[in-house]
């Protein structure tokens, strides 16, 4: 990770609530396959995320602490807010002096963007403007947020508007937090009136059908792109008796993620 800062753009993709096993599953069936054409050798990696909801597991990640993969450690991390006794930054890692990714890659000269999508995104009270304040630009509306089913489509008509007046040398952090596998997703499958596995799982073929577009707006710049996808947390629908998130469960730690590279012009 070291050796891309200032040389490949960025792309971190947070799949808000997405579940690993329903990831997973759809993936392994042939259900997502625009994802699948991405990810190294067609599948998700399970891992385990740092917190149990939106604000908790973003804070972690923009410190350098994503989804830990779940065999025996310690694992070094790809970029790493500096901070004594440390023991997961490696040789490969991107130490920074800075309290956050956003605020490390701006002084790297990088204009750093969020496309926020659930509420802890919305700027709509002071908690909901502290993740987005990280950014130098940030954008939020009702269109992206978790009660319109044309949430992505909304963020990637905006991502377009500043891919296109963005100088072509400079480089890019884009950050974009995907509401759409978020309650209520019950809107993904037709029929349904309330929020199950099978509607989220429609949600995530939803958005894979916008995946090509994202792609294509990313890689047509001049850089590579190094991109991270993962899920912030996971979330239950009636597992053990619990709905929701923000509490102890394997469904809620366990996440899927995924890291890669794409070269200019892939699609």
């Known amino acids: 990770m070291r050796d ?14 997405l579940r690993f096993d329903v990831a997973d599953e759809l993936a392994s069936a042939g259900r997502t396959p625009a994802l699948a054409r991405l990810l190294p050798d067609g599948r998700w990696e399970r891992r385990h995320t740092p917190a149990s909801f939106t604000y908790a597991a973003h804070h972690a990640f923009f410190a350098g602490f994503l989804p830990t ?6 694992h070094p991390r790809l970029f790493a807010a500096r901070f004594p006794g440390s023991e997961s930054a490696g040789a490969d890692t991107w130490v920074f002096d800075a309290p956050d990714l956003p605020t490390a890659l701006r002084a790297e000269g990088y204009h750093t963007l969020c496309l926020g999508g659930v509420g802890f995104f919305n700027r709509r009270s002071p908690l909901g403007a502290v993740l987005p304040g990280l950014f130098a630009e940030a954008h939020w509306e009702p269109a992206f947020g978790v009660t319109a089913p044309g949430c992505l489509d909304a963020q990637l008509d905006r991502l377009a508007e500043v891919v296109d007046r963005l100088p072509a040398g400079r480089p890019l952090f884009t ?9 209520p997703n019950h809107h993904y499958l037709p029929g349904a009136t309330e929020d199950t596995r099978a509607s989220h799982a429609a949600a995530l073929e939803h958005v894979d059908a916008r995946v090509d577009r994202l792609v294509t707006l990313v890689t047509g710049r ?10 912030d947390h996971g979330t239950a629908y009636g597992e053990d008796g619990h709905t929701g998130h923000r509490f102890a469960h394997e469904v809620v730690w366990t996440v899927p993620y995924a890291h890669f590279t794409l ?5």
């Open 222 to 231: 001049s850089r590579p792109v190094f991109v991270i996808v993962c899920a």
């Open 175 to 183: 950050f974009l937090n995907v509401a759409a596998l978020h309650q």
């Open 263 to 267: 070269d200019p012009g892939d699609s």
């Open 4 to 17: 891309l800062i200032g040389s490949h753009d960025l792309l971190l993709v947070t799949l808000d609530t």
């Open 69 to 74: 993969p779940t065999g025996p450690g310690p």
